[in-house]
Structures are given as C-alpha cells and as structure tokens.
C-alpha cells in the first residue's frame, strides 16, 4: 500500500508537468484515493474505529461546508447544483486522511514513506534543472512568452514541481538532523537541509522562504538546539554577506527588497494579490457566515460573466482572506480547531514518542509555525497539490500521539487525555 501512497503523490505532485497527459491528474488522484479507501476498509477491512479521531470530525466538517457552497452558487451565482459539485470534487482530498491513517500504522512506516518523499523532492529538482539549463521538458509556469522567462535577482525562476512537497520535506530534514543519534542519518539530514533550502532560494519566492525559515527557527528554539540554532544563523549571516560582495546582486536579500518596491509602488504580484484582497473582502462582507457559493463557482470562459466568476472564485494565492471570502466566519473557527489539533497531537506525540523518534514533534513543531505564517500568501486548504500534504501531517501526528495501535485501530484514551 506504500506504492500506492507513492504513485498518489507522484500524481499530484508531477504529472500536471506532462504537456500531452490525457486527462486531470487531479482526478487520477481522486480515483487513487476511492480505490485506496475501498481497498483498505472493504477488502482489508480495517477498522472504522479511525473516523472517530478528533481529525476525522474536523475533516468532515469541512467537507460539510464545501458541500454547502453548491446550492448557496445555485442560489446566489445562477449556476446549476451540478456545476457546484463538480467544481468544489478536488476539496475531497480530504479523504485521503483514512487512506494515510490506514497505511501508516507505526512511526517506523512514518520514517519509511517520508524517505521516499525526500527522493521524490529531489527527483522534482533535477527536473527543473534539466528544465532550466536543458531542454524543455516540463510546462513552465513563468514563461513569459517567446520563451523569455521571469527574472528575479537575476535569476530566471524556474519551475520548480512539487514545491509544497519540498518545503515540508525541508522541515523534516530539520527535524532529522536536529534530534538523530546516528552519524549517518544526521549527515545526510544536513546535506538534504541544505540542498533543499537551496531549492527555495533558488525558486526565489518570498514569502516561502520567509516561511520556513521561520518555522526551522522557532522549531530549534522551541526544542532548545541552541547550538545549531547558533549555527545556522552563522552560516546563513555568512551566506548572505559572500552574496553581497561576489555576486551583482543578493540573491538573498533582493527578494524581499523587490518584494517591498511592488507593494509601495502598487504593480507586480503585489498589485494582483491587493486586487484579490480587495474582492475577498468584499465577498465575506456580503456573505459573511458560512460564504456564499463563490467556492463552488465553476469558471467557464464561454459565459459572458466570466471574467467576474474568475476573480472571485477559488485562487492559489493568499489563505486567511481567501478562507474568509469562500467559508465565512465558519471557516476561521474551523481552522483555529485545526491549529489547536496540530499544537495537542504535537504535545502528544512528545510524550508519547521514544527519543529516536523525537524529531516526529519537532516536525510538528515547525509545521504548525510554517502553515501559520505561509497561510497568509500560501492558500494550502482549497488545492490538492497542499490538502495532502496537510492530510499527511495530520496522520503521522496521529501516529506519533499514539491514538492508533499497530493495528489501526483507536486508542481514544490516548486522545482524550490529550484534548483535556
């Protein structure tokens, strides 16, 4: 069931890469995730006693709000019932929770299939540098046209796949080399720290590296690695000064000095995003409970309205307006539910983990502090290529609380200590 988990990711993470793929890879992943579901609690029948997980309601309750936003866009946007299902069938990567609670039964298998997520990380990179310095072999999402792409400190961005992927996997390479005892295993946790890291900076996007930084930090003096916290500021302070003097320009600091030109001057990305703001506002002033269907709004470009459904329909950037536009008040009390379970099953899983495998709870740690922080440009909810991931964390923090035996099956004592 490993291998199925991998050809999942594989699905979702890379194939919309492909030019001539026949098909929605994020429908191949849906089908992927019913046909695992019915494999796992039918065929195998593994225990139903998982759906009882305080994961599992907030999951759920999700997926009621999504449904919602269906007749609220029939009522409210004229589009049919139907239409509303079919736009908002990718939130259903939610279920993807009970196909990864059902196959990672132990820390042991957590630490399996999360080495084979760093392979594939690193294979998404080779890929963009082929890409990059090679031939074209995947779609570029910043050709500019003409084949001329973005530049930024530069450097023209790549396309880098699977960059949701890559960032979690870095916080747990951060996790790995921050609590192994195995010489080895904290080498390679350093190499892959670093190589991903540089993926970031590579790609040069701002606020993501600021995200994560951030969470490797808080991380480090949450657990008290005063010492590696120590030096790592000293070499990323050494980085950033070399760059500064053998380089035309930082390709550290530019970012974010561009980054605050655009905003103060109102053109580029940030323009788009205060434009976007600006109608996430508006929408949750006018449907501001549970939101008003603009979730389920179905964008088709032969409508005469096409251009207003497209600006106030689901969008990759921003999280905390786009959540407000599309569920409403409601929404943000889910996700404040959600925070407070990472936080619990993090406190959990610290007690209740052996100390090889406390890097688990630091990489909560740093999860939950990258989701806070990236959330506000990152929209990680409403995409599949980020729902599993968060589905992902969510079950191996499962593990690690110690709230499902080897088995599969629930240990709610365990749980129910923790949530009171």
């Known amino acids: 069931m490993i291998f199925l988990l991998v050809v999942f990711f594989f699905a979702n993470q890379l194939l919309w890469l492909l030019p001539e793929f026949p098909g929605k890879p994020t429908d191949v992943g849906l089908l992927l995730i019913f046909a695992g579901i019915f494999y796992q609690y039918v065929i195998r029948r593994q225990s139903f006693s998982i759906f009882s997980s305080p994961f599992s309601w907030l999951f759920f309750a999700y997926l009621f709000l999504v449904l919602i936003q269906a007749p609220l866009a029939s009522i409210n946007f004229n589009q049919s019932v139907l239409n509303g299902l079919v736009a908002v069938r990718q939130q259903f990567y939610y279920l993807s929770f009970f196909l990864f609670i059902s196959v990672l039964k132990t820390p042991s298998d957590v630490f399996k299939f999360m080495k084979i997520l760093t392979i594939l990380s690193v294979i998404a990179l080779i890929l963009a540098a082929i890409d990059t310095f090679g031939p074209n072999i995947v779609r570029n999402q910043f050709d500019m046209g003409d084949g001329v792409s973005k530049i930024r400190s530069s450097i023209a961005v790549p396309t880098v796949p699977a960059l949701n992927l890559i960032s979690v996997i870095f916080l747990w390479q951060v996790s ?170 993090t406190i959990l899983g610290s007690k209740n983990l052996p100390p090889e495998h406390q890097s688990i709870t630091a990489f909560g740690y740093s999860y939950l502090v990258y989701f806070i922080v990236s959330f506000v440009m990152e929209n990680h909810l409403m995409f599949p290529h980020s729902i599993i991931l968060v589905c992902l964390v969510a079950a191996i923090l499962s593990v690690a609380s110690g709230e499902f035996n080897g088995n599969g099956e629930a240990n709610s004592n365990s749980t129910k200590s923790g949530l009171e």
């Open 176 to 345: 790995i080399w921050s609590f192994a005892t195995d010489k080895s295993t904290r080498f390679w946790g350093r190499f892959l720290t670093v190589f991903l890291a540089g993926a970031h900076v590579w790609q040069q996007g701002r606020w993501r590296l600021l995200s994560i930084v951030v969470a490797a930090l808080s991380m480090l003096v949450l657990k008290r690695r005063i010492k590696l916290l120590f030096s790592l500021v000293l070499v990323g302070i050494t980085a950033v000064v070399i760059a500064e003097y053998r380089m035309e320009t930082n390709i550290f600091l530019n970012p974010f000095i561009s980054g605050m030109e655009t905003v103060k001057e109102q053109k580029g990305s940030a323009a788009a995003r205060m434009r976007q703001l600006e109608v996430d506002l508006e929408i949750f002033e006018k449907y501001p409970y549970v939101g008003g269907g603009t979730l389920a709004i179905r964008v088709n470009e032969s409508d005469f309205s096409y251009r207003r459904k497209e600006e106030i329909s689901r969008k990759a950037d921003l999280g905390y307006t786009h959540l407000l536009k599309h569920l409403g008040i409601l929404g943000i009390v889910w996700l404040v539910f959600f925070y407070i379970l990472l936080w619990v099953y």
